[in-house]
């Protein structure tokens, strides 16, 4: 082979990288022109990319609470590409809850609410007639005096338990997770009548099988700060293994929530009808027949159970 020859070495990471480079380079002017339009309350000069997500620092509240001194009681931030109001005054909140509240009523869908139960719980559920039914039969058949009565008796001894744990222990208590855990069970006991942690799956799904301590891992997952959720170009990259901690959990919660379902069913068919609604687990299974405008799947029990 003469020495003359040219040798062209592929580079094929660069190629595929260089594309989605060049598309943001090019849309970045597009955005801050569209932003610059909008008639927005005060806000701090940002960073692209992440917006303002820098100025949050360990101690977001009172980071807020800096900033609104200095751009008033109503500040327009972005958290990466999510725009955000903050209204730090009682008169800017009661204009945002309630004056304009169906401008505001949109919900954010993180990623492990998308995983668990595809936001269909109440908490993550998007403004519309599934919503409004939840609601409808949240108020009207789970908290209400009759309910929170027969769950009297369970409350009090779910206190006082917690109460003693706390008084008998010779080691730190980190109060916030058994205030997680009387929470659960104490929700778990008004909806399907049996505490989350005498619930345990007959199929193994990890070290844990017991429905507490699915809700509990939901729970710490939520509270963590999922940069994904903010800047979705590096959600897909998953830098801090949120998915790969989610998936378990998830496939966890629905294997024990089906089990309860259709455990429940099989026991609604050997009841007479006026044992028909015992809790609000029935009272779904009962609304998830007779719904036809609003359908009501397994999925959306899980979610709403899940609350």
């Known amino acids: 082979m003469e020495s003359n020859d040219t040798y062209v070495y592929p580079l094929p990471s ?38 303002h997500l ?15 001194k200095r751009y008033g009681p109503l500040m327009s931030l972005r958290f990466g590409s ?21 401008i505001f009523a949109g919900r954010t869908r993180p990623a492990v609410a998308m995983q668990v139960d595809e936001c269909k719980n109440i908490s993550f559920s998007q403004p519309g007639p599934y919503l409004k039914l939840m609601r409808q039969l949240c108020f009207s058949e789970l908290f ?15 206190i ?28 778990s006991r008004m909806t399907i009548s049996k505490n989350a942690k005498d619930i345990v799956s007959h199929v193994s799904v990890g070290t844990s099988n017991s429905l507490l301590s699915a809700l509990l891992e939901v ?17 897909w990259m998953d830098f801090q293994g949120m998915s790969r901690r989610t998936k378990p959990v998830s496939q966890k919660l629905r294997t024990i929530f089906g089990e309860v379902i259709n455990e429940r069913r099989k026991e609604r068919q050997k009841r007479d009808s006026e044992t028909a609604d015992a809790d609000f687990l029935d009272v779904l299974l009962t609304t998830s027949s007779r719904q036809t405008e609003v359908p009501i799947t397994d999925l959306h029990i899980t979610g709403v159970l899940g609350l």
């Open 54 to 68: 820098h100025l949050l620092g360990t101690k977001p509240h009172r980071s807020l609470s800096e900033l609104s």
């Open 219 to 235: 729970l710490d997952l939520l509270g963590i700060f999922n940069i994904g959720d903010y800047i979705p170009l590096l959600g």
């Open 144 to 158: 209400i005096n009759k309910r929170l009565e027969s769950s009297r008796s369970f409350i009090f001894n779910e």
């Open 14 to 51: 660069l190629s595929l990288a260089l594309p989605p480079f060049l598309l943001l380079c090019a849309l970045l002017p597009i955005f801050y022109l569209r932003r610059s339009r909008l008639r927005l309350p005060p806000t701090p000069r940002g960073i692209p990319i992440i917006g």
């Open 160 to 187: 006082r338990h917690l109460l003693r744990e706390v008084v008998g222990s010779s080691d730190k208590v980190f109060v916030r997770e058994k205030l997680h855990e009387i929470t659960v069970s104490i929700i």
């Open 82 to 102: 999510v725009p955000v109001i903050i209204a730090s005054s009682p008169a800017t909140a009661r204009l945002i809850l309630q004056k304009y509240d169906h």
